[in-house]
């Protein structure tokens, strides 16, 4: 090949300053709008070192020195060769998962990988190829009796330039066999030379399906695109029909040549055509990120109202986080805000319940009247006189009324967390934080919830964690939003000792600042995994938290040390939704809360069961 002197390849891209002139004029986008309109899949054509895949913009990079090497130039068989990659593409956009299960046979433990990928993707190519020949009748020649073959100019190109050497019984048994069956669907094996070996298998019936079909009768019938009666029986021929009838078929046959191949000390990922199309084709690795980018698309696009709404609650709350944490904490944060999204929407559901406002009617004396429903013997008595006198007009009657009474709820919701941080709680941060996002975003809807219904409801959090001492994760926040919990979220590592008390007494204190009111609540959760320095201290002020009319619940959990911990199922989340109580002689946990704590048996069941005790809490409230 001579190179272009530097005049005539100035103002040339880098990849067409060494191709030959009918390569480096080729229209790609022109051929793309063609195979668009054939396909009716979009995407885009660009000049390449490799053929490969860009799906995250839509791109099938076009490897035109590949070709160039193989000596390929007529335009009529290039643009056969990308309609080829570019039906790859369109098939992977229509079965993501069955090219998945192509690309896995690649990876397999036994180092067979190359030898698979290639038996898979030879047969695959005869359906590709076919679909082009059909699509456009360039590629596309009738015999008198109407049989539909490729044109002179394909078959060509594959006895010519792809498969060059007609003789392949040098080859790995196995790789002759995937090789064989490929140009036996193109047309062109009549004149391949294969071992016997490889031809026995080839010629030899196929029982399956109720049937003893040929290998010609497997491609022609499941390895083409449909036509005909198979299109109306629910065959669609796609890569997870073809393959499950390739497994069930031909593969048998393939795996027999391996064995021998193997038997004989032959390697059968060895060998290749000189010009097989494999070193023009996408790669498994390229083919392995096209169908995670597809599947993703597949994804976003079937999700439901329910999950893109969450998907904005999320994006929403790692703008909020970038603000304040690192790019790895903003990622944890909003993918726990995502993951409690559930947990949260029930929070807010038994808040909702404090506030409602009651509707009672109850029946009232309402005084006398000249009719009505009974008679009022003490008042007859008294107005004898007139009774006599002037019956008609004396008031004895007595009438009952029914009259409606409203019970107003508090309109000032105060939670207070009292959180373990010391030491032991390393394992379970991620929970921890899961509840603190939990109770932030339940008050946070409670509070939107009630702007717009124009009510003058309230929702407050405040956050104290303890170790060696009171930690302030969060001051006492009137609705609170992701970003103030964000703010929060780097205080929740753990550290320390485990002074309770320190942390109860400061929420004491809070509390009494204010005076109590009828129109606010004060509920203090209190989560641990373990005992606490001084319980006697704690235990103190959870008396003087109950007679400021305080709400307590209490809960402490094991995590992988006095059980194990396992992932929750329908049995096990119905025992923990249902905690069991704590009596007062079972450790300084039961001491300290009594009546208000509760056991949870493993971390999974810590979410269920605040939801539980937090609604049998308020329920009578």
Known sequence: ????????????????????????????????????????????????????????????????????????????????????????????????????????????????????????????????????????????????????????????????????????????????????????????????????????????????FGERLSTRDIIEDYLVPALGLLSTKGWKGTISQRKAVIDRTLRPAFERLVALDQARGVDPNDGTAAGDLEGVEVSPEDLEKAVREVMKQRAEANKSDQEKAADQVEKRALEMAQKHLTAEEAQDFAATVRRVQDTIVELAGIYKQIVREEHEYKKSHEGHYRDGAALDVDQAISQWGRVLAMPQSAEVMRRDVYRAHV?????????????????????????????????????????????????????????????????????????????????????????????????????????????????????????????????????????ELEELGVKLLAFRFYRGRVVPDVMPSPERESQEANPARVPDAEGSFGKIWGKHGHIVRSAAGVIPAVRRGLADLLRNY
């Open 1 to 208: 090949m001579v190179e272009p002197s530097k005049e005539s390849s100035q103002h040339k891209q880098p990849h067409e300053a060494v191709l030959p002139e009918a390569l480096s004029i080729f229209r790609l986008n022109e051929m793309a709008k063609v195979y668009e309109m054939l396909t009716g899949l979009p995407f885009s054509v660009r000049h390449g070192d490799k053929t490969a895949f860009d799906h995250t913009t839509r791109e099938v990079i076009f490897g035109a020195h590949q070709l160039a090497s193989m000596g390929i130039t007529d335009p009529l068989i290039v643009r056969f060769i990308m309609f080829h990659e570019l039906g790859h593409f369109k098939e992977l956009n229509d079965d993501p998962a069955g090219y998945r299960a192509c690309i896995e046979e690649s990876k397999r433990p036994d180092g067979l990988g190359k030898a698979y990928f290639r038996f898979y993707n030879a047969l695959m190519d005869i359906y590709v190829n076919t679909n082009t020949r059909n699509k456009a009748q360039v590629y596309e020649v009738r015999t008198p009796d109407g049989t539909r073959e490729f044109s002179q100019a394909v078959t060509e190109c594959y006895r010519t330039q792809l498969f060059p050497e007609r003789d392949l019984s040098a080859l790995p048994f196995s790789t002759q066999y995937s090789y064989y069956v490929l140009n036996m669907g193109m047309g062109t094996a009549s004149d391949l030379r294969v071992s016997p070996e490889v031809r026995a298998e080839v010629e030899a019936p196929i029982a399956v």
């Open 407 to 543: 019970t107003t709820r508090p309109q000032h919701i105060r939670n207070w967390l009292s959180v373990d941080l010391s030491g032991s709680m390393q394992e379970d941060m991620g929970l921890l934080r899961d509840l603190c996002v939990s109770f932030s975003g339940a008050l946070n809807t409670l509070s939107a919830g009630a702007s717009i219904a124009q009510h003058d409801l309230r929702g407050s959090l405040g956050i104290v964690g303890f170790s060696d001492s009171a930690i302030d994760v969060l001051p006492l926040t009137p609705d609170p939003t992701y970003e103030h919990i964000a703010q929060a979220y780097k205080h929740l590592a753990p550290r320390g000792g485990t002074s309770e008390h320190e942390a109860l007494r400061k929420i004491a204190d809070e509390i009494r600042k204010d005076p109590q009111s009828a129109n606010r609540v004060d509920i203090v959760i209190a989560v641990t995994d373990g005992d606490t320095s001084d319980p006697g201290k704690s235990r103190a002020i959870v008396r």
